[in-house]
């Protein structure tokens, strides 16, 4: 049989049970070193010459069924499992940057994602800046001498704008310069950014990968030769790597990973839709949303518009947290991708750590709460959120009725 479709190759790719006596779910390796049947063995290992696991820092069977799978998923050549989304980030720009170096930025950055910016300015001098990337004219005139990385986050975390990855890619072909795509909130079920001219993916795999909010880890995909290296430098000697436990653990999440994602995505659709029409929401930001700036590359790049809705409450700071202090089923909680809807302020959680004025640069208002949409009943979601602006409502009423 040729290629298969996604729905089979999450299922099947990267494991042969007959290579392991017949067991239909792939073996938990469980262990910490491999040993050899003989000294021999053990330094052809350490020298390259021949295949096989030594140390489960360096490799383990577990955790290259995962990367395997997933390369295969994302369209690339390797793939490496971290031991969370920022070990990943982090692996990937400390591999490709040095002293003196420049990173082009998408218009905001998960919060962590933009400490580690400030961290590899402060410690080593490597710079960076941000743009819209709206436009090829944009994006040239963003990209200095020194830039040695195109890093881009589509939707942007948590302001859902989108970068057009296609166009993106072609200008930095032309100057010969790498971009890195954080996939997290597409997953490669909605988006495949290598196929689109992009030379590496990551993803915090804790979130739609994994699926059930069990476990911590980071993927990273690209070129073979150059996620080789880095596996033996970067990954290997600064140690982000996966535990073969939570590698095991993604390969059981992925397996269902397009059926959450089709629910996921079609309970999205219909909430963003409510909330639009909700008269305490001052604004929706939804890529599925056609009045959204972004409408058209999102038809263009991503299969389906996602499982995050941003929006913004009437009000500031104050409001949005007593919003979201009176739901009840949905949990206030900063990851996403889970069975379970969560709700939270990026504000003062996620880009707690963005100084002020560059979150509201980056489009992070006070009064933005980001729902990640899980896999209940979208009426009961609904119900929820509609209790919790009835409860705001009243106390709000009143209050003004008191003065």
Known sequence: ?????????????GYKSDEFRGSLAPPLFQTSTFTFDSAEQGERRFAGEEEGFIYSRLGNPTVAMLEERMATIEKGEKALAFASGMAAVSAILVALTRTGDHILCSQGVYGCTFGLLQLMKEKYEINH????????????????????????????????????LEMVADVAREKGI?????NTFSSPYLQNPLELGCDFVIHSATKYICGHGDV???????????MSKIAMTTQ??????????????????LKTLPVRMDRHCDNAEKLAEYLSGHPAVEEVIFPGDPKHPDYAIAKKQMRKPGGLISFKIKGGQKEAQAFINKLKLIK???????????????????????????????????????????????????????????????????????I
């Open 216 to 226: 911590i880890a980071g993927l990273a995909v690209g070129p073979k030769e150059i």
């Open 178 to 182: 790498p971009v890195v795509v954080d």
């Open 236 to 253: 290997k000697d600064i140690g982000g790597v996966i535990s073969p436990f939570d590698a095991w653990l993604l390969l059981r999440g």
């Open 332 to 402: 206030i909680a900063v990851s996403l991708g889970d069975a379970e809807t969560l709700i939270q302020h990026p504000a003062t959680m996620t880009h707690a750590v963005v100084p002020k004025e560059a979150r509201e640069k980056m489009g992070i208002k006070d009064n933005m709460l980001r729902l990640s949409v899980g896999l209940e009943a979208w009426q009961d979601i609904r119900d929820d959120l509609e209790a919790a602006f009835e409860a705001v409502r009243k106390e709000s009423t009143m209050e003004s009725g008191s």
């Open 1 to 13: 049989m040729g290629e298969k479709r996604f729905e089979t190759e999450v299922i099947h790719s």
């Open 129 to 164: 800046d941000f743009s819209m990337m709206s436009t090829r004219e944009e994006v040239l005139a963003a990209i200095t001498p020194e830039t040695r990385v195109i890093y881009i986050e589509t939707p942007i975390n948590p302001t859902m704008r989108l970068v057009d």
